[in-house]
């Protein structure tokens, strides 16, 4: 057993964050799990649909700022041999009444609530959270030359989705007390990468590049209060996967007679019109139109920009910390070009930890 208190209650408090962590995902789809198959623009009676490619790129940029690398920390590392432990919370403000290619993206991109004598979820979610939350474990370890690197794991709030991630950066300009350098604030630069996993349906991988300046304030001999600045880039890779975008048709009820394919006595002329034989394709008596409604969404690569401001108090292994970051231009401004337009995102952040 760790005889120092502060040792012990570091221990007690990374215990006790690794439970949570654990333990509060939820273990069944939530309200505000994705669900990109409804993003849809559908026609006829059949239906056939097409992907929501606008909606969908709304969907990916937002949620993907909520995942992304927060940047949370001043440009000081660790130090040489210096570890940090800590639990990260951040809120991300979403357009969550928005509307982009004809739909409302987060209402009907997101689960909703169940029914409480069915416990089916409902076709659109009337009342989509505002906040994302995202919850994490954080832990970094400082290098030589004034480099560090971290790992990072949480979930997403009111999801069954889970983060994780790692980051590196280097300190160029930190730890100067005395002469013209001990009035030079640090200076960092770095990058992050985060990945969001627990759904079938898509894929989302974010990557930050940060730099930051900062300046510790001694309060006393135990005691440093650190103010910071920066700003950082993000690139968003948002991937589809195959999703059938009428969930609720079964394409099956079509009368279906088999595939196409050589030795089906169904695949006749008479059931095949104007196809060509042997082409695998499914061969039904009535329409064969909801096999088609099996798509992707485009691939997309977003682009943002962010400012970020935090305040660091660390009391000698103990501390705390808080950052306000937002977009510094529209996401429009570069993504445009598919569709890309809701309004600016903000993200506050709260980090407990200690440093060793």
Request: hydrophobic fraction near 40%; charge should be negative; include cysteine.
């Amino acid at each position: 057993m760790p005889r120092n208190p502060k040792v012990a209650f570091a221990a007690a408090a990374s215990a006790l964050a690794m439970a949570t962590l654990l333990s509060a995902g939820p273990a069944m789809a939530a309200d505000m799990d994705p669900t990109p198959e409804r993003l849809a623009i559908c026609v006829g009676s059949g239906p056939t649909c097409t992907p929501n490619n606008v909606a969908w790129a709304n969907l990916m940029s937002e949620l993907g700022m909520a995942i992304a690398p927060t940047a949370f920390h001043s440009a000081r590392t660790t130090g040489l041999g210096g570890f940090a432990l800590s639990f990260e919370a951040s809120f991300t403000h979403v357009n969550a009444d928005a509307t982009a290619g004809g739909q409302a993206y987060w209402q009907y991109g997101t689960e909703g609530p169940r029914d409480p004598n069915t416990h089916a979820f409902s076709i659109k979610n009337t009342n989509p959270d505002s906040l994302l939350g995202v919850y994490s474990l954080k832990a970094r370890k400082g290098l030589a030359y004034g480099f560090e690197i971290a790992g990072d794991l949480g979930y997403v709030a009111n999801t069954s989705l889970w983060v994780g991630g790692a980051d590196v950066r280097w300190a160029i300009l930190e730890g100067y007390r005395t002469g013209v350098l001990g009035y030079l604030p640090d200076v960092a630069i770095g990058g992050g990468v985060r990945t969001l996993g627990g759904s079938p349906k898509f894929f989302l991988t974010t990557v930050g590049l940060d730099a930051q300046i900062s300046k510790p304030i001694a309060i006393d001999d135990s005691a440093v209060l650190t103010p910071y600045v920066g700003a950082q880039r993000v690139i968003i890779f948002a991937d589809s996967s195959v999703v059938d975008l009428t969930p609720g048709v079964d394409p099956l009820n079509c009368g279906y007679l088999g595939p196409n394919v050589p030795g089906n006595k169904n695949a006749t002329p008479a059931n095949l019109g104007s196809r060509p034989p042997g082409d695998g394709m499914p061969i039904c008596a009535n329409s064969s139109a909801d096999f088609q409604n099996d798509t992707t969404f485009n691939r997309e690569r977003i682009h943002r920009w962010r400012w970020m401001a935090g305040l660091n108090y660390k009391f000698e292994i103990l501390y705390l910390a808080a950052q306000f970051a937002m977009d510094l231009t529209a996401p429009s401004a570069e993504n445009g070009v598919v569709g890309v337009t809701g309004g600016k995102q903000w993200t506050t952040s709260f980090e407990a930890g200690v440093s060793f």
